[in-house]
C-alpha cells in the first residue's frame, strides 16, 4: 500500500513569491494534516482538511492556504514567501475524524527555501 | 507556556543502557497521547500510543499521569538504531496533534 505522498521534494522560491505544496493521502484516509517544521524547531499544525472541508487552523497568517479536492488529496498554497517560510512542510494522513486515539500518517515532506 | 514541553537532550548514553524521556502538557483537557520517532530529515512516525493504564511494546514502556499531566517514555537495552529525536504528541479533543519539540537520544558503541 502506497504511502503519504508529497511533491515536490524540494522547492527554492524567492521573497514575494508564491509556492504551492501537494499532498496525497493514504487510500482511504480523509483527513490531511499539514505541519511546518523549521529547522531546530518542532512541528507546528498549520491545517486539518477533512471531506473537503478545513476543521482547523494553526497559529499561521492567512497567506497560509490550502484546500482539499474530492480525492482527498492536498495542496497548501504560501503566498507573498518571506525568508522565514523556509522550513519542511510535512503532510499526514489519516482515517478518523472523531477525537480518538487515530495515528496520522507522514508523507515525506516538502523543503521550501525562499532566497 | 508550550502545550507539551519536552527536554531538547541531547541525551547520550551507551548501547545497552535504559533511558526515560518525560514530557508535561498544560491542557488538563488533552485526550490522547502518543509518541512518535524522527529520525535525521526523515518524518515522523508513531512509535507507540499512550494508556492510561500504561503500555509496553517490547524494550519500550510508556506511561501516563494525568493528575501531573506528564507522560513517559523507557527504552531498555538500548541499541544504536535507537538515535533518533523522539516527540511527545498530545491530542485535545477534535484539535489536530500537537507536537512537543522532541528529544534527541544518540545511542553509542
Known amino acids: 500500500e502506497a504511502g503519504v505522498t508529497q511533491s515536490p521534494t524540494h522547492l527554492i522560491k524567492t521573497r514575494g513569491q508564491q509556492a504551492t505544496l501537494r499532498c496525497s493521502p493514504i487510500?482511504?484516509?480523509?483527513?490531511v494534516y499539514w505541519y511546518q517544521q523549521a529547522l531546530g524547531l518542532g512541528l507546528q499544525f498549520l491545517l486539518w482538511?477533512?471531506?473537503?472541508?478545513?476543521?482547523n487552523r494553526g497559529n499561521f497568517p492567512p497567506r497560509f492556504s490550502g484546500r482539499q479536492f474530492p480525492n482527498y488529496s492536498s495542496e497548501l498554497n504560501v503566498n507573498a514567501l518571506e525568508l522565514e517560510d523556509s522550513a519542511l512542510y510535512l503532510c499526514?494522513?489519516?482515517?478518523?475524524?472523531?477525537?480518538?486515539?487515530?495515528?496520522?500518517?507522514f508523507g515525506p515532506g516538502t523543503r521550501l527555501t525562499v532566497l | 507556556r508550550k502545550e507539551v514541553e519536552q527536554d531538547p537532550g541531547p541525551f547520550n548514553v551507551p548501547e545497552g543502557a535504559t533511558v526515560a524521556f518525560n514530557c508535561t502538557y498544560s491542557?488538563?483537557?488533552?485526550?490522547?497521547f502518543f509518541w512518535y520517532r524522527q529520525d535525521c530529515r526523515k518524518e515522523p512516525k508513531l512509535l507507540m500510543s499512550?494508556?492510561?493504564s500504561g503500555n509496553e511494546d517490547g524494550r519500550f514502556t510508556a506511561q501516563l499521569n494525568r493528575a501531573s499531566q506528564y507522560i513517559s517514555l523507557l527504552i531498555r537495552d538500548s541499541k544504536l538504531s535507537d538515535s533518533a529525536t523522539y516527540l511527545c504528541?498530545?491530542?485535545?479533543?477534535?484539535?489536530?496533534?500537537?507536537f512537543g519539540s522532541g528529544t534527541r537520544l544518540q545511542v553509542q558503541p
Open positions: 482538511y477533512d471531506e473537503g472541508e478545513e476543521r
Open positions: 504528541v498530545v491530542r485535545t479533543g477534535r484539535r489536530a496533534l500537537t
Open positions: 499526514a494522513s489519516s482515517s478518523a475524524t472523531s477525537g480518538s486515539m487515530d495515528e496520522q500518517f
Open positions: 491542557n488538563s483537557a488533552s485526550q490522547s
Open positions: 487510500s482511504g484516509h480523509t483527513s
Open positions: 499512550v494508556y492510561s
